[in-house]
């Protein structure tokens, strides 16, 4: 059974997210005109684009200027070759703009590429039940250092837009944005790199490639440009961000080389925010008793995500199993699936799973003993046990499909 913390912490978490469900739903009612939903300030981490003492540098982006969608990339010290220049790459002042403009007092990519190491990279989606959370905010911003330097790879992390501002198919189409966003930024790389150019513009000043387009002018993220490797990427969710996460992996598997050089290789879905009009075991035994979640309150979130008009359990964004799905299973890319013992939504998930597998697709599942939903994403729960060998469970199952070829075993 979880322990007396995680079930005092549960019962207090019950009976805010219910009142902020609440809100929300009075809130979409009264139809502000504004259209903007208040919430409680969640507590967020500051960006740190220099290496910090875990070994993570981090930096937030927007990439599209007519919403919120928000990025947050990390980037692990191993990045760099020689970890010897580690020390010295901590802070890198560029120098002063001609302008008078501020400087950067970042991590920046050498002009010659010669020190810049290729990573995978994992694009993360955040849970909170389609009404909270974000990129930024301290338990996720815990999460993906940690998963950056597990997997030694680029984690950027996707703040989408929320509802009941956003209903659906809001955040699924910021996750499509992002895939296509980070395809460009290949694209522009690796015209940069055919004409001579680098990502540091040459001078060691901090400017960046710009090509003209015809929007204005593009320009190729240094980090990305510099480290990562999108041939080789997962896309990672947790709660209602898995929901997302398979969502932009059906994307990537219609779309095939439309979006290279991208390959979605792997897909990890923790704890998925399923649903189904036909109840499973796990539901009958602990909807309504449930830590964290119960089945009521999550209805009360999906009512907030769905339009009225298509609210249904059986939902192509709520139940993957919906004969209404686009792309047929077997083209789905390997999938490891989270689970947790005490999770009511576990057997839907567990049921996604086994019909992989059923087309031959490799789709694991690890199911945690004595777990909750979000057991190793939660801000209280991050530093438990089943929290940490979830995430280096998660690392060697994805080095299987990340690593290069010849070092999959290098953990």
Not at 45 to 61: E, Q, R, Y
Not at 118 to 135: A, M, R, T, Y
Request: neutral net charge; hydrophobic residues 40%; charged residues 20%.
């Amino acid at each position: 059974m979880p322990t007396v913390t995680v079930k005092l912490y549960s019962v207090l978490f019950k009976f805010f997210l219910k009142r902020k469900l609440l809100t929300l739903i009075a809130a979409a009612a009264a139809d502000d005109a504004y259209g903007i939903a208040i919430r409680p300030d969640e507590a967020v981490a500051a960006a740190n684009p220099s290496f910090s003492d875990d070994g993570v540098a981090t930096k937030d982006l927007h990439i599209d200027p007519l919403t919120p969608l928000s990025l947050r990339i990390f980037l692990p010290d191993s990045a760099v070759v020689s970890p010897k220049s580690v020390p010295s790459l901590r802070v890198r002042v560029p120098k002063r703009a001609p302008d008078g403009a501020g400087v950067y007092g970042g991590y920046l990519p050498e002009s010659s590429g010669r020190s810049c190491r290729k990573l995978p990279v994992i694009l993360q989606f955040h849970g909170g039940g389609w009404v909270s959370g974000g990129s930024d905010t301290v338990a996720n911003d815990v999460f993906c250092r940690r998963v950056a330097r597990s997997c030694d790879a680029v984690v950027v992390a996707v703040g989408y837009r929320l509802a009941p501002e956003s209903r659906y198919p809001a955040p699924f189409e910021d996750g499509v944005k992002v895939l296509n966003w980070l395809a460009k930024q290949a694209n522009l790389a690796e015209w940069g790199r055919s004409l001579g150019n680098r990502w540091g513009g040459g001078g060691g000043d901090g400017r960046r490639l710009q090509i003209a387009d015809g929007f204005g002018a593009s320009m190729a993220e240094p980090w990305l440009a510099a480290h990562a490797d999108l041939s080789r990427c997962v896309v990672l969710g947790s709660s209602c961000g898995a929901n997302i996460a398979n969502y932009v992996a059906q994307y990537s598997a219609k779309a095939g080389n439309l979006l290279d050089p991208i390959r979605v290789v792997a897909q990890v879905l923790m704890y998925p925010f399923f649903l189904g009009s036909i109840p499973t075991p796990s539901e009958i035994k602990l909807s309504s008793h449930s830590y964290l979640y119960d089945k009521s309150m999550a209805l009360l979130a999906w009512k907030l995500f769905l339009p009225e008009a298509e609210f249904s359990l059986d939902h192509p964004a709520a139940n993957p199993l919906n004969h209404a799905r686009e792309v047929a299973l077997k083209y789905m890319p390997p999938t490891l699936t989270i689970t947790g013992e005490h999770d009511w939504m576990r057997d839907r998930a567990i049921s996604y799973a086994d019909e992989l597998r059923k087309v031959k697709i490799d789709a694991p599942v690890l199911d945690y003993k004595d777990s909750i939903h979000e057991f190793a994403t939660l801000d209280t729960l991050l530093k438990t046990p089943q929290a940490q060998a979830c995430c280096e469970d998660m690392a060697i199952w994805m080095k299987k499909y990340i690593s290069l070829r010849g070092n999959e075993l290098s953990y």
